[in-house]
């Protein structure tokens, strides 16, 4: 079991950058594939990132590529997205999930803890 809470949301200006983190707790965090996702009002859920349990290997969705990284301390049991050059169309809250998947995974059904998300507004 895995209890993960994020924090670091806020409102940025459009070309901003902001830093979420999601630390948790529980056990084995080094041993889980972690993500980060998102979803805006009317939209689905969309993976914006994820990270294996080394931290070795990243995948990112094409259009955060270069603006976004993805991160994990394992001696701190937190992940964490760096979001950099923001726009007004990455406004969405923003989920951290984790997955005892062998590999990064986009798939949410994958993911079978979840924390509770936190608001990201990107002002233009």
């Known amino acids: 079991q895995v209890q993960l809470v994020e924090s670091g949301g806020g409102l940025v200006q459009a070309g901003g950058s902001l830093r979420v983190s999601c630390t948790a707790s529980?056990?084995?965090?080094?041993?889980?594939?972690m993500g980060w996702f998102r979803q805006a009002p009317g939209k689905e859920r969309e993976f914006v990132a994820g990270?294996?349990?080394?931290?070795?290997?990243?995948y990112y969705l094409d259009s955060v590529k270069g603006r976004f990284t993805i991160s994990r301390d394992n001696a701190k049991n937190t992940v964490y997205l760096q979001m950099d050059s923001l726009k007004p169309e990455d406004t969405a809250v923003y989920y951290c999930?984790?997955?005892?998947?062998?590999?990064?995974?986009?798939?949410?059904?994958?993911?079978?803890?979840w924390g509770q998300g936190t608001q990201v507004t990107v002002s233009s």
């Open positions: 990270i294996s349990w080394s931290g070795g290997r990243t």
């Open positions: 999930a984790a997955s005892t998947n062998y590999g990064i995974t986009v798939r949410p059904f994958e993911y079978a803890y």
């Open positions: 529980g056990r084995a965090f080094d041993t889980y594939v």
